[in-house]
C-alpha cells in the first residue's frame, strides 16, 4: 500500500481527505495509474491529457523530489509516501485582482468579484451578495452567477498560462439548481483541458455549503 497526501487545494476531489491510500506500488507511474481511475479529477489535476506531470504540480516521494530522481519511473517502495504539492502557476508576482482591474468592462468590476485562490489549473472567485444582484423574488440574478462563470474561467486560464493574454468564450453552459439569497457565492472553475488554441474548464458555484449552480465553458485562445 502507498500512503498519497493531499494538500488543502485538492481535497475537494477526495471528499475532503487529507490522505489516501492505494494498493500500487513499485513506480510512481503505477501510483498515479491507480490515483487516476479511483479519483479521475484529482488524477487531471495531477498529470495532464499525455500523462506528463503538469508544470506546476510537484510531487515526492518519501520526500524525494521526483523530478531529481527519476520522475514517474521514480521507485515506490511498498508503505512508501507520496506527497503532492501544486503551486500557483503565475508564481509569487501572479495577481488575479489585477487581472480583474486591468481587463474587464466596468459592468464586471461592479459585480465585486475578487480571487480566493488560483492555482495551475484553477481559479477561485468570491462573488459577493448584493440586493443590487437580486431579480424579482429576492434571489440572485443568473446573469450574474453566468458572468461571474465566465470570469472565473479567464481567471483559471490566465493562472495556468501565467498570465493574462487574448482569449474569448466560444461556449457557456450553465445549470441552476437553487437559489441563492443575501449570500456570497463561490465560483471555482477547474480547466479540464488547456491547449493552444482551446481551453476546457469546468465551473462549480457554492454558496455556504450548497452548490447553487453549475456550468461548463470553452474558451479560445487567440
Not at 514517474?72 to 521507485?75: A, D, K, M, R
Given at each position: 500500500?502507498?500512503?498519497?497526501?493531499?494538500?488543502?487545494?485538492?481535497?475537494?476531489e477526495v471528499d475532503g481527505a487529507s490522505r489516501v491510500t492505494v494498493d500500487a506500488h513499485g513506480t510512481l507511474r503505477?501510483?498515479?495509474d491507480e490515483v487516476d481511475s479511483r479519483?479521475?479529477?484529482?488524477?487531471?489535476r495531477i498529470r495532464d491529457e499525455q500523462g506528463e506531470l503538469r508544470r506546476y504540480v510537484n510531487v515526492y516521494v518519501d520526500g524525494e523530489?521526483?523530478?531529481v530522481l527519476s520522475g514517474?519511473?521514480?521507485?515506490v517502495a511498498a508503505n512508501a509516501e507520496v506527497q503532492v504539492i501544486p503551486s500557483v502557476a503565475g508564481g509569487a508576482d501572479f495577481d488575479g485582482d489585477?487581472?480583474?482591474?486591468?481587463n474587464f468592462a466596468p459592468w464586471v468590476q461592479e459585480?465585486?468579484?475578487?480571487?480566493?485562490?488560483a492555482g495551475p489549473d484553477f481559479a477561485t472567485l468570491r462573488l459577493p451578495w448584493s440586493d443590487k444582484l437580486a431579480r424579482e423574488g429576492g434571489a440572485m440574478s443568473g446573469q450574474a452567477l453566468m458572468a461571474a462563470a465566465d470570469t472565473a474561467t479567464v481567471i483559471a486560464i490566465s493562472s495556468a498560462k501565467g498570465g493574462f493574454g487574448p482569449m474569448t468564450t466560444v461556449q457557456l453552459s450553465t445549470t441552476f439548481q437553487r437559489p441563492v439569497i443575501g449570500k456570497d457565492v463561490l465560483v471555482t472553475s477547474r480547466l479540464t483541458k488547456l491547449g493552444r488554441s482551446l481551453a476546457f474548464a469546468e465551473i462549480t458555484m457554492t454558496a455556504g455549503d450548497a452548490l447553487v449552480a453549475q456550468a461548463t465553458t470553452v474558451y479560445a485562445i487567440l
Open positions: 500500500m502507498t500512503t498519497v497526501l493531499i494538500p488543502g487545494a485538492l481535497r475537494s503505477a501510483v498515479l479519483w479521475p479529477r484529482l488524477g487531471r523530489d521526483c523530478r514517474q519511473e521514480t521507485e489585477a487581472i480583474l482591474a486591468a459585480l465585486g468579484l475578487t480571487v480566493e485562490e
